[in-house]
């Protein structure tokens, strides 16, 4: 079966997910992986969103992270101040999901300026939950689109800290960063302290990553190519979103 | 005497020019009615929290009413920028407007804070980002029992706060089901509460199940029956999000002269939110209505 780029980064993020774990889910491409995850080798995926819900099922795609549809058929709804401190701050959330308008080679985040904060070139929306998250899941997982403008050698403002910031706090969440492109799988490798190519997707070569990356990326001895997407792999993705709103 | 009045006298009895206003509601229950009504009557200077702006400050800010924004996440939802708000925020347009920005946990921990009357919530975020730079209210503290290093913010007294709730009876005891987000912290931390509710019931159907009860009658100040006063956000189990409206606003809001139009048509030259829902039109409103889904009762028991 054929497929795009972007459905084989949704399907990646979907493969990190384990049976039995609780995730903290943001809405579009995150979304998708974790209901995929779920029908595929997980359903016993519990999915939080920051509105409050718990133990969501959504009988639609949700369109905002506080969709009515996450709340119909979910296993509780608390507070939004609730499911920041019982669930993330309490630690048990095992995998949150990030995105950003930039993002550097430890994971670090920037989704609040382009430009300097005082005088703005472009305004971005925030931190959200993102910040609290990147201190606070155990695991991280960044989606995003591999672009030169995105994958950049400095940030312009830290909202949400990486794998080193993270090591520094006396309180932090366990385990590591990975970041899904559309192009392969970087993970945090110790020996570099840094983010390094781990996976690259069929049909994509190195020099089409290293181009489309701000700083000089790593490639990890090991590299492997990402398996391509399953027949029910594809077929369920494509379910999840009929109108090909995000894939 | 009772408290229950229309949108536009509320409004006017309790907002004034200059007050720091919450409108509660995460993605849920936005009081959009209320935003409107503050465009109507001019109100100038306000200092307006919540922790997603969304199209009501959006809206606001483009009509002139805002000072200050104090939120976490500027977005429009699902759809993408927030455009008057950064028209304002990079150019100044219609007015240069100060933010103070928090994470989603520190400003909800904020509105905790004021509800619980304490002067300060601790929270395990912001050590390793650069907000506290930027954002003076964040400060850190080493606690006193484990010398951990810890974050705090203040608490967030607002003047008044608006909430949207489901149901209530004449006296403002308020029911809230599906997302209740910053709901009942806005109204405990508030000094004045305006609550408008999609319907007013009799007193004996919120005594019936007093466990969805999130705001008690004696912080209310005004009651106000105001079916669709969400939309284009949403009720649960009343109407769906009109996200048609959302991705329209995306469009209108790119132009400065788009907004006026918007405003003069659906805020400026409509007298309340019962001429906004006959404007929307029947087909538009029936298509946002889901189908019913009722929960099970429970039996609290009668005890003799």
Redesign the interface.
């Known amino acids: 079966m054929k497929y795009s780029r972007n459905e084989l980064m949704v399907v990646a993020a979907a493969r990190e997910l384990k049976n039995g774990e609780t995730v903290l889910v943001g809405?579009?491409l995150p979304n998708l992986a974790c209901n995929l995850a779920k029908r595929i080798h997980a359903p016993n995926l519990t999915m939080i969103y920051?509105?409050?819900?718990i133990g969501a099922e959504p009988s639609r795609l949700p369109?905002?992270?506080?969709?009515?549809c996450i709340?119909?058929n979910s296993k509780s709804?608390?507070?939004?101040?609730e499911v920041?401190?019982y669930y993330?701050?309490s630690h048990r959330v095992d995998v949150g999901f990030l995105g950003g308008a930039q993002i550097d080679k430890y994971g670090n985040i920037n989704t609040?300026v382009i430009g300097s904060?005082a005088a703005?070139?472009?305004?971005l929306?925030?931190?959200?939950?993102?910040?609290?998250i990147?201190?606070?899941a155990k695991r991280i997982i960044i989606i995003t689109p591999h672009q030169k403008r995105r994958l950049v050698d400095k940030i312009d403002?830290?909202?949400?800290?990486g794998v080193l910031?993270?090591e520094?706090?006396?309180?932090k969440g366990k385990g590591g960063i990975k970041v899904i492109t559309s192009l392969g799988v970087l993970s945090f490798n110790e020996k570099h302290g840094e983010l390094v190519l781990e996976s690259i997707y069929p049909g994509v070569t190195v020099e089409e990553i290293k181009e489309n990356t701000g700083w000089n990326l790593k490639i990890s001895e090991l590299l492997k190519v990402t398996p391509e997407p399953t027949t029910l792999e594809l077929s369920t993705l494509r379910s999840l979103d009929p109108s090909k709103i995000y894939i | 005497m009772s408290k229950v009045t229309t949108m536009e006298e509320a409004i006017k009895r309790h907002v004034r020019d200059g007050d720091t206003v919450y409108i509660a509601g995460f993605t849920h229950l936005i009081n959009f009615s209320a935003g409107h009504e503050m465009i109507r009557q001019r109100k100038r200077n306000l200092v307006l929290c919540r922790p997603t702006p969304d199209l009501v400050f959006d809206q606001m800010i483009a009509a002139g009413c805002a000072r200050k924004v104090v939120f976490s996440w500027a977005g429009n939802p699902g759809v993408g920028s927030l455009r008057c708000f950064r028209r304002a925020v990079e150019h100044g347009i219609p007015n240069r407007i100060e933010i103070e920005e928090y994470t989603h946990f520190s400003m909800v921990a904020r509105i905790y804070a004021g509800a619980l009357n304490l002067p300060f919530m601790p929270l395990r975020t912001n050590i390793c980002s650069d907000l506290p730079k930027v954002n003076r209210n964040i400060k850190f503290i080493t606690c006193p029992f484990t010398g951990e290093k810890i974050s705090v913010v203040p608490a967030l007294k607002p003047d008044v706060s608006i909430v949207h709730a489901q149901r209530s009876d004449e006296n403002g005891n308020a029911q809230i089901w599906g997302i209740i987000g910053d709901q009942r912290e806005a109204a405990f931390a508030a000094e004045k509460v305006i609550l408008s509710v999609e319907e007013i019931v009799e007193e004996n159907v919120i005594r019936r199940d007093p466990n969805r009860t999130l705001i008690p009658d004696f912080i209310v100040d005004s009651v106000v029956e105001e079916p669709w006063a969400a939309h284009p956000s949403y009720v649960q189990g009343y109407y769906d999000r009109d996200n048609d409206f959302y991705l329209e606003w995306d469009k209108i809001s790119r132009e400065p002269e788009l907004v006026e139009k918007y405003l003069e048509e659906w805020v400026y030259s409509v007298e309340n939110r019962k001429e906004y829902v006959e404007k929307l039109g029947a087909g538009r409103v029936l298509k946002l209505l889901p189908k019913r889904f009722y929960s099970l009762p429970v039996d609290y028991g009668f005890y003799r």
């Open positions: 809405v579009g920051e509105s409050g819900v369109l905002s992270i506080g969709d009515p709340v119909t709804v608390c507070s939004m101040f920041f401190s993330l701050q609040t904060y703005p070139k472009i305004r929306p925030g931190s959200g939950g993102a910040c609290d990147a201190h606070l403002f830290l909202t949400s800290p910031e993270r520094k706090l006396e309180v």
